[in-house]
Structures are given as C-alpha cells and as structure tokens.
C-alpha cells in the first residue's frame, strides 16, 4: 500500500505494476459490461481512449484546481474560441495537461470557487478542504489480489474525512441531487476510496475508519453548496457492490475474457406508464377460441 503524489495524467494513466481497479472502472462493471470496462481503461483498451475536454469539464477542473491546488490553469484574453489562434492555443493547453480559460471563464471560476469557500465555513463541521491533503493517490492490493487505485479530492490530516468536490450546472439541492449518486454510482465510489484509506493505514489497533463527503456546488449564481453523505445501511451495501466489482474484475483478468450483453434473445416487457389505453381495444376483433 502507497500514498502517491502524482499529476492528474499519471494517475488516469494507471502507475501500478499491473492493470489497476479505480472506482470508474468498478461502476462501469456494475451498470454497463465487461466490455464497457476494458474499452475505457487505459492499460487494457484495443482503441487508444481519446481525451475528453468541454468547457463545461474545464470549468469544473478550474474550480477544483482553486479550491484544491491551483496548478494547472492557462488563462489567456481571447474573447471566444471561433478563431483559428484561439483554437490553436486552447489544443495546445489541453494536450500538456492544463485547463485552458479565457479571461471571463477564468473571473466565474474564481468568483464560484470564493463562493463555495464562503459557504463552507458554514456547512459542516469539520470545514472541508481544510488540514489536510489535496489529490493524494492511494494504491493497495485487495484481499481477492486485485490491484487498485483511488486519488482523493480531499484527505484531512487526521484522517476522520475524505471530502469530493462535485461541480454541477444544474443543482446542489441535496434531496434531487441525491439521485446522481444512484445513477451514477457515486456510492461505490465512497466505499471504494474508504476501504483504499484503510488498506493504506493497515492493521491498526484502534482502527479509523474516515467519513466520506460530496461537496457539491452549483457552477451558476448564486453558486450555491451543499454537503451530502451516505447512511450506514447504504454504504453497508454499497460495500457488496464494491466486493462484486472487485470479484468481476479479478475473474475478467484471470481469464482474458471480457464478455459484452448477453447473447440470448431478451424478452422486453412493457412497464406501467408505456399500458395501452382500454379504449384502443375497442375496435379490435378478438377470436375469443384462441387461448392467450
């Protein structure tokens, strides 16, 4: 087990000795195939994975880096990016591994990070991104051999709390984003990064077991912020999920398979909103000596 500083690419890039299982890599098993799992991971894709960069994920990287680090922003006074300079110069930020913002991307990324840093002092106790380490990457070995990997918005110093900033354009209103947790699968990632801080502390007498935060704040006035975590019983589960992750994972790397749907026909089955209305039965004649 390690406590790693590494840069963002490093780590997206897997730095362990053999194809490491990052909390991604885990839900995409859990949701989606096998399949989906291998195409998206660097170590192990036939396709070489194109980077992904929009505005909006620049905004919400620009945000982070303030409130966490501040290391990897260019800011240049282009008024958009229509022509060719602008473009030109926006590629070649991203592809060193920067955050390219123009000027007025650069003044809202400050004035959202200033506004969360203010609501947070007021949020919860202890205040998140205080006393501790921003980014660390932690790798470890699990019990079923798997090689994994987890790099942490946020460790406090004391290790009672493992905070994740989440910046979102539509809301932080805690009972409706609630939602991205289950849809996402934001649960596996907190159980997947707790059990990481543990297997990188080891046996301890008096073991810590450190809580896990989403800070999630709105990137649109009045940039609002809000704190949500898991009950017991749900990080309880979400702790199977990871252990069945975990087994899938070791089994597609044992085998060399990594199977896709299921090749068997499925019977689809009309759920409740899509019922057809009685009344478009009316003019159907039905042979009432055919049995259903």
Not at 91 to 118: C, K, N, Y
Not at 133 to 161: F, H, K, S, Y
Request: charged share 25%.
């Amino acid at each position: 087990m390690s406590l790693l500083e590494l840069s963002s690419d490093e780590y997206h890039a897997d730095p362990c000795d053999t194809p490491s299982l990052n909390s991604t890599t885990a839900r995409v098993l859990l949701t989606r195939t096998a399949a989906h799992a291998k195409a998206q991971h660097p170590r192990l894709a036939d396709v070489p994975i194109e980077p992904r960069s929009t505005d909006a994920m620049d905004m919400g990287t620009a945000v982070h880096q303030l409130l966490l680090r501040d290391d990897r922003i260019d800011v240049e006074g282009f008024k958009d990016y229509r022509t060719g300079e602008a473009k030109a110069w926006r590629d070649d930020v991203r592809s060193r591994g920067r955050v390219p913002m123009l000027t007025h991307q650069w003044d809202r990324a400050q004035a959202i990070a200033a506004a969360v840093r203010e609501q947070m002092r007021g949020l919860a106790e202890p205040t998140p991104f205080t006393a501790g380490t921003p980014e660390a990457t932690i790798t470890w070995q699990d019990n079923g051999g798997a090689m994994c990997r987890a790099r942490l918005d946020w460790l406090r110093d004391d290790l009672t709390v493992i905070d994740d900033l989440k910046v979102t354009s539509k809301t932080a209103d805690p009972r409706k984003w609630e939602k991205q947790i289950w849809n996402l699968g934001y649960d596996v990632q907190a159980a997947f990064y707790i059990r990481g801080v543990q297997a990188w502390l080891g046996d301890m007498s008096h073991p810590i077991v450190p809580r896990f935060r989403w800070i999630v704040a709105e990137s649109v006035p009045p940039y609002c912020v809000s704190v949500v975590t898991l009950s017991d019983a749900d990080m309880f589960a979400a702790n199977i999920a990871c252990d069945r992750a975990i087994e899938l994972w070791n089994q597609c790397l044992e085998s060399g398979e990594w199977p896709g749907y299921s090749t068997e026909p499925h019977v689809a089955s009309r759920p409740g909103w899509a019922a057809v209305p009685d009344e478009s039965w009316a003019d159907v004649d039905v042979d009432e000596s055919v049995p259903f």
